[in-house]
């Protein structure tokens, strides 16, 4: 079945979540996708979680299906001379090379362009390639300090809290994605390709001032803090119940009088305490209170079902193994199983993005390190038998 980016050809420089999840997506979707590591792999093949064999279940196997992998050692003449020739048959290079680095320097947009004018170069970083940070290192959870979220992430007096997710990583490398595609587009017209600058601060940052945290404190002189499980500007909780947690998320009149019914307090629906989403969001420890109290002596079960007749958004605090028994999980095929030679059947994440007439697919499992080597420099690239021993001797590969 055709795939929306099919003929679509990628390089995979890039290494641990941004850069090779973007990749990942285009891959999903059709673009043929070779990922390049040294002859000794990434070092990102060092975080877990591990299969039985010891390859990362993330970085090495979950983010690298549909891909193919060579490697290329990129610090010796041959092995750039070599990557040249891979950059005049691509339509896209992915790195994520931090500016000022050797291998930054390989992939500069400048440079490149001149081997293929109609190369698109997205360069993920933790700064961008502009500013006064541009040289810096950065991970996710840098991002997320250094752009407020952790500030009012927890509970209130607690110390700062990093999420347990990388979600700044994840988003970066979906807003990468959607940056080659815009290139693509425009170059279809244009002819030529361009820089899409993408870094990890960028997304944090604007992802924070997208919430409301800049304006609210420069228009309104106030500085957001923790609110625990709460929501800013509506209410919402994560309330205890007999055998577990329930979230709920109550936004607008028209909900907040269908809880009261619920409460049996429609005298809170007037209460000037309660009157509207930002009075609530103010008084949510009064709403905690109530709820916690109505909820105490029920099951996840009993809640759910009051809640989900009155039409309210709510859901279970699942547990992993419970997540996996969530029947959309299924019903979308969120997950798929792969079977790699020496790890065993893995499961990695389904495909997101749902189109309808030319939809992604986990085609294949992710290649093992250099598993594609003589597929792309014999039969891509035209190099011999004799040449690919050569370069293994040498060290290129």
């Known amino acids: 079945m055709k795939r929306a980016l099919d003929g679509i050809k990628v390089l995979d420089m890039g290494g641990y979540i941004a850069a090779p999840y973007c990749c990942m997506m285009l891959a999903d979707h059709g673009a043929d996708v070779i990922r390049i590591e040294p002859p000794g792999g990434k070092v990102d093949r060092e975080l877990g979680p591990f299969a039985p064999d010891g390859q990362s279940m993330t970085c090495g196997l979950s ?31 992915v790195h994520n090379s931090p500016k000022g680095t050797e291998e930054a320097d390989v992939f500069d947009y400048e440079r490149l362009s001149k081997v293929n004018p109609a190369l698109i170069v997205v360069a993920v970083s933790g700064f961008g390639q502009t500013g006064p940070y541009a040289e810096r290192p950065c991970f996710d959870v840098i991002a997320q300090a250094m752009s407020g979220i952790m500030s009012f992430t927890g509970y209130p007096g607690d110390p700062p809290l990093r999420p347990g997710l990388n979600f700044i990583d994840f988003n970066t490398g979906a807003r990468a994605a959607l940056g080659a595609m815009l290139a693509l587009h425009e170059r279809a017209s244009s002819g030529v390709g361009q820089l899409v600058d993408v870094a990890l601060f960028d997304v944090a940052f604007a992802m924070a001032a997208a919430s409301g945290c800049a304006s609210e404190y420069l ?15 509506a209410y919402c909780c994560s309330v205890r119940v007999k055998d577990g947690y329930v979230v709920m998320n109550i936004v607008g009149n028209n909900m907040w009088r269908r809880m009261c019914h619920i409460l049996g307090r429609e005298d809170m629906i007037t209460d000037p305490r309660f009157k509207d989403n930002l009075a609530r969001y103010r008084n949510y420890q009064d709403v905690d209170g109530i709820i916690g109290a109505w909820a105490k002596d029920q099951t996840v079960a009993e809640v759910m079902a009051v809640l989900d007749r009155a039409g309210l958004p709510c859901g279970p605090v699942n547990d992993v193994p419970a997540s996996l028994n969530v029947p959309q999980v299924a019903a979308r095929e969120m997950l798929v199983e792969l079977d790699y030679p020496e790890s065993g059947t893995v499961p990695v994440p389904g495909v997101e993005i749902k189109l309808s007439r030319t939809p992604g697919r986990v085609a294949r499992r992710a290649s093992l390190l250099g598993e594609d080597n003589d597929a792309v420099y014999g039969d891509v690239l035209g190099y011999s038998g004799d040449d690919l021993k050569n370069f293994k001797e040498q060290k290129i590969i």
């Open 63 to 93: 983010y690298q299906r549909n891909k193919k992998n060579i490697t290329l050692n990129l610090r010796t003449d041959r092995g750039r001379q070599i990557l040249d020739v891979l950059v005049r048959k691509t339509d896209i290079l």
């Open 219 to 233: 228009v309104n002189g106030e500085i957001r803090k923790a609110v625990g499980n709460g929501g800013f500007y």
